[in-house]
T-cell receptor, first 114, second 113 residues
Framework: NAGVMQNPRHLVRRRGQEARLRCSPM?????VYWYRQLPEEGLKFMVYLQKENIIDESGMPKERFSAEFPKEGPSILRIQQVVRGDSAAYFCASSRQGGNTEAFFGQGTRLTVV | KQEVTQIPAALSVPEGENLVLNCSFT??????LQWFRQDPGKGLTSLLL?????REQTSGRLNASLDKSSGRSTLYIAASQPGDSATYLC????????????FGKGTKLTVNP
């Protein structure tokens, strides 16, 4: 059973471009969480999704950021018109259920905006 | 709003020492508390998960305790090794709505040979 798969592992974008980060949850997991780790900061929650639904996006910046988890395929975190401040490590976690269920993390995508 | 604090921010010890990492949280209404390890440029590896009804969990040389009422957890590492060098993160899953983990900023541990 493969773990949570994130790709790409490293992504370089110029200011103003779009970044697309992908997350394939563990088999049998229908709950996905995205977290961001800024340099020298702890991980911060961004968004919680179930298949085809956004459950909690309270940690998402209001502009330029969006997330989806379609019925088929991976979850996508999309950042439009990236700025240098978006440079960070983005981690995805998945769980079988919500609530008090252990979540498993992927290796992360390290986004660098130049 | 749940806040998680980890002390110290960094710790350097000689090989073989026993050590304790501390984690505190402000809202005691939690489902569980989890300790993770993060190596530079890598993802998170779950070390121990303690349910709110439990007092401690052990795995090999690691022992984590939880005192929910006082909002504290400790991670005890016995007979430290250079391979233990990493950043250790504490995270809590809070009851009452949002199902997100709230993380501390971590303790960066260096074990010197």
């Amino acid at each position: 059973n493969a773990g949570v798969m994130q790709n790409p592992r490293h992504l370089v974008r110029r200011r103003g471009q779009e970044a697309r980060l992908r997350c394939s949850p563990m088999k049998g997991h229908s709950h996905v969480y995205w977290y961001r780790q800024l340099p020298e900061e702890g991980l911060k929650f961004m968004v919680y999704l179930q298949k085809e639904n956004i459950i909690d996006e309270s940690g998402m910046p209001k502009e330029r950021f969006s997330a989806e988890f379609p019925k088929e395929g991976p979850s996508i975190l999309r950042i439009q018109q990236v700025v240098r401040g978006d440079s960070a490590a983005y981690f995805c976690a998945s769980s079988r259920q919500g609530g008090n269920t252990e979540a498993f993390f992927g290796q992360g995508t390290r986004l660098t905006v130049v | 709003k749940q806040e998680v604090t980890q002390i110290p921010a960094a710790l350097s010890v000689p090989e073989g020492e026993n050590l304790v990492l501390n984690c505190s949280f402000t809202d005691s209404a939690i489902y569980n508390l989890q300790w993770f390890r993060q190596d530079p440029g890598k993802g998170l590896t779950s070390l121990l998960l303690i349910q709110s009804s439990q007092r401690e969990q052990t795995s090999g040389r690691l022992n984590a305790s939880l005192d929910k009422s006082s909002g504290r957890s400790t991670l005890y590492i016995a007979a430290s090794q250079p391979g233990d060098s990493a950043t250790y993160l504490c995270a809590v899953l809070t009851q009452g709505g949002s199902e997100k983990l709230v993380f501390g900023k971590g303790t960066k541990l260096t074990v010197n040979p």
